[in-house]
């Protein structure tokens, strides 16, 4: 039995092994393709080689890549899976082909279901939900199995016994390891993160300082001539197009500095409600004249020490996006504010153009922007204000339907 075992771990392992080896930092469609096409495969093996226990019964683990891509892709990316194993099945004939059939059919039907809350909970509760399935699926297995038995042998409550048992360790072994990878990966994506914000600040702390005061003196100079009596209406207009230009130039260092500005004198322990306040004041003319209108529920008592000024700026960035993605038919921004378990949970949530998965995958990189007058670095310093703080941010979006950001911060 023992060997039997260790070879479907093998195969059950094998599409994991090839997905950490060779696929792990793209996530191209035909990455998909091929681990669907992987626990295809393996499933195949899994009913070719099946466990063989000494009690002469044998049962095999083909339900297992099964319920996984079931759980972890949904309907439509388990549907290759169920179609394989059908004809496969069919291919064999012998008894039982209609029976396995109509299990198989109850399966795919079920537990796709669960996929949508499977993926949106932590590890451990996606593994009893993987559990849960397995579990399922044998005790149905083993029901249906049942009712060949004219009495219900010890062979047959053996067989159960060895099958269950199986089925939940190595479900349990292959989740554990899947969910590890995905984690691994998204621990080196955090990391090449920060490590870029930690660059951006450095340079720009050195870089932003020295180039503003070129500007401002530029700038009065530019003022000065403008009132000068010599100066044609042409030449005028050139001025106020450099002038406008130097506004734009001095808002790009400010939003620099803001990001960069080691602020120790700044800190404070409160709990957002003043910040809140603030922003929303500031941004009340601009969300009126975008016919946008700020709805803010306030229910956090939690508190946290903060860089006040930045944690203004970073607010002030997040919520001039939502506006400004509402800028076309106006709407309502929502902000709500609450505390649970010991986190603050900060919602910002917009109904205007929406982000594709690659746009949201590029936010908060340096001047990543797709507005005329963007410059592509409020996401930025909002990522990196949060960072500091230990916060995560989550967004949710769809394409012309809105944005929810959903920060958390732990305290
Ligand atoms: P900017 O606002 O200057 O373009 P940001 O860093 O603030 O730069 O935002 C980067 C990009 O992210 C924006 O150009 C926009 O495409 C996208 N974005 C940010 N927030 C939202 C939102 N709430 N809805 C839709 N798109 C958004
Ligand atoms: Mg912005």
């Known amino acids: ?4 075992l260790l070879l479907n771990i093998l195969f059950l392992i094998f599409p994991l092994l090839l997905f950490v080896i060779f696929f792990d930092n793209r996530k191209h ?6 681990l669907i096409a992987f626990a295809t495969i393996s499933m195949i093996l899994c009913m070719v080689y099946p466990i063989h226990l000494d009690i002469g019964f044998i049962f095999d683990l083909r339900y297992i890549p099964f319920i996984i891509v079931a759980l972890y892709g949904g309907f439509w990316k388990v549907l290759p899976l ?10 064999i004939g012998g008894e039982g ?30 593994i009893l939900i993987g559990v849960s399935a397995a579990i399922f699926t044998m005790g149905f297995y083993l029901t ?23 089925h939940v360790v190595v479900i349990i072994l292959i989740m554990l390891m899947i969910e590890k990878a995905l984690d691994n990966i998204k621990s080196r994506e955090n990391f090449l993160h920060a490590e870029r914000l930690h660059v951006m600040s450095e340079l720009t702390a050195s870089v932003s300082h020295e180039i503003r005061n070129p ?30 230009e130097l506004e734009r130039a001095e808002q790009i260092v400010s939003d620099f500095l803001a990001f960069a500005k080691p602020q120790s004198e700044n800190m404070v322990y409160a709990n957002l409600e003043e910040e809140f306040r603030y922003v929303k004041n500031i941004l009340m003319p601009y969300a009126k004249m975008n016919r946008v209108e ?25 919520l001039k996006n939502g506006i400004e993605a509402m800028k076309e038919n106006g709407g309502i921004l929502t902000i709500e504010v609450c505390d649970f378990d010991q986190n603050i949970i900060i919602t910002v949530q917009d109904s205007g153009i929406g982000m594709t998965k690659d746009e949201i995958k590029n936010l908060g990189k340096p001047y990543y922007s797709t507005k005329k007058e963007g410059t592509g670095l409020g996401m930025l310093m909002v990522y990196g204000t949060i960072c500091k703080v230990k916060g995560k941010i989550d967004v949710e979006s769809k394409k012309g339907k809105g944005t929810t950001f959903t920060i958390t911060i732990p305290v």
């Open 1 to 4: 039995m023992l060997e039997t």
């Open 29 to 34: 469609f035909y990455n998909i393709v091929f």
């Open 82 to 91: 169920f179609i394989v194993l059908n004809v496969y099945r069919f291919i």
């Open 97 to 126: 082909t209609i029976q396995s059939l109509l299990f198989s059919s109850s399966i795919f039907i079920i537990v796709p279901f669960l996929s949508k809350i499977f993926l949106r909970v932590n590890t451990q509760k996606r």
């Open 144 to 166: 249906t199995l049942s009712t060949f038995f004219d009495v219900l042998t010890q062979e047959f409550w053996l067989l159960a016994f060895y099958s269950l048992t199986t």
């Open 215 to 244: 500007l401002t003196v530029t700038n009065g100079f530019l003022q000065l001539l403008k009132e000068s009596k010599n100066v044609s209406v042409a030449e005028k207009m050139y001025i106020d197009f450099s002038l406008k």
């Open 294 to 318: 700020i709805e803010c529920h306030f229910t956090n008592t939690l508190k946290l020490k903060y860089d006040k000024n930045q944690m203004q700026q970073c607010l002030l960035n997040l």
